[in-house]
């Protein structure tokens, strides 16, 4: 059965101070642009803290409620050993164990050359023709 949320384990920590300067799925790796607000992280296989957008449940908002730009953004900054449900993109196809790291669209892909971010927790051949939902664990 899918995970019908974003922290899977542990205590992250929450930040609800900052807007989206773009749309932004719950399950994006996001950082922050120039202006402090939230963009899905931009860098392909580039190190950054590993921090997520969360569903808004205390709205009525569930993981697939994207924010829209200029929306007030849910994030939580996660550390090793925690959980997430995380976007993979199309056309990945990651084992458990994969080394994963970031696309630079905000989704995780399976590690090339840069740094690894987390592991996934089970298996996902993402040829769907659409971005997926994968269990990863944050390195």
Known sequence: MAKRVIV??????????NAAAEAVTPGHLVSRNGSGL??????AGGNTPRTFALERDEMGKDIDTAYAIGDTVKVAHFHPGMRVNAIIANGVNATINSLLESDGAGRLRVLTTGVALAQ???ALNNTSGADARLRVEVL
Do not use: F, N, R, V
């Not at 939230?38 to 860098?43: C, G, L, P, S």
């Open 8 to 17: 899977l384990l542990g205590q992250p920590i929450y930040d609800e101070d």
């Open 38 to 43: 939230w963009i899905k992280h931009a860098t």
């Open 120 to 122: 996934s927790l089970e």
